[in-house]
């Protein structure tokens, strides 16, 4: 039968067969080069997976996150890569009204840890600080800061600490009421620096006995 096949210009059925599977071999192994992607973080960093089947299983933030080496993933799986070490935030603020009335700009930073990836990206998502920190950061620096004069905090700075000391408290208690996976290492508020008028007529004001 083979030697009738040759003579008509065919090829032999077991050769074709083998062929055909070849190239599905082929297709599948392109197929899955094309779906798969690695997840590798880098150092202090871990990659949480957010996996999200198209046909079987429901999906979601796997609880074994990426921490060391590299883990093969579907392409429809979401690498989030979330830093595990101390992060630093700044917030600026301008024109910001102390007690006695004058407008202030400075600088206020926090200082975080991550200390639960998975349950950070589950619970609050890749934008956490943007959506569940720097808000209340915010307002909590502002009402500090508006409780003291301007010579307390940009001329002698004598309320700086204790300005740094009232956010700390009040951001470590929101952060647990809150649930938040993260440590809090410090805060720090800068020196106020007052309008430029002002700041001449302290120099005037300084020069007159002279």
């Not at 070849?22 to 992607?37: D, E, K, Q, S, Y």
């Not at 998975?118 to 009402?143: C, D, H, M, T």
């Not at 720090?188 to 309008?195: D, I, L, M, Q, S």
């Amino acid at each position: 039968m083979q030697e009738r096949e040759l003579k008509r210009g065919g090829l032999p059925t077991w050769l074709k067969v083998s062929i055909a599977g070849g190239v599905c071999l082929i297709l599948v192994m392109c197929w899955f080069l094309f779906c798969i992607r690695s997840a590798k973080p880098d150092a202090g960093h871990e990659v949480v997976l957010v996996e999200k089947p198209i046909i079987f299983g429901d999906g979601g933030v796997n609880p074994d996150p990426v921490s060391t080496g590299r883990q093969y993933v579907m392409w429809t799986t979401q690498r989030v890569d979330v830093n595990m070490q101390p992060m630093q935030f700044t917030i600026h603020f301008d024109d910001l009204m102390s007690s006695d009335g004058v407008p202030l700009d400075f600088d206020s930073v926090i200082r975080l840890r991550v200390i639960d990836s998975v349950s950070l990206i589950k619970n609050f998502g890749p934008e956490w600080y943007k959506n569940n920190v720097q808000a209340e950061f915010r307002n909590r620096a502002r009402q500090a800061v508006r409780k003291h004069g301007m010579n307390e905090t940009a001329i002698d700075t004598s309320a700086i600490e204790a300005i740094d000391d009232e956010i700390s408290t009040e951001m470590v208690a929101y952060i647990k009421s809150a649930d938040l996976p993260i440590e809090l290492i410090d805060i720090t508020v800068g020196k106020a620096n007052p309008p430029d008028s002002i700041k001449d007529q302290r120099v005037a004001t300084a020069a007159q006995p002279q």
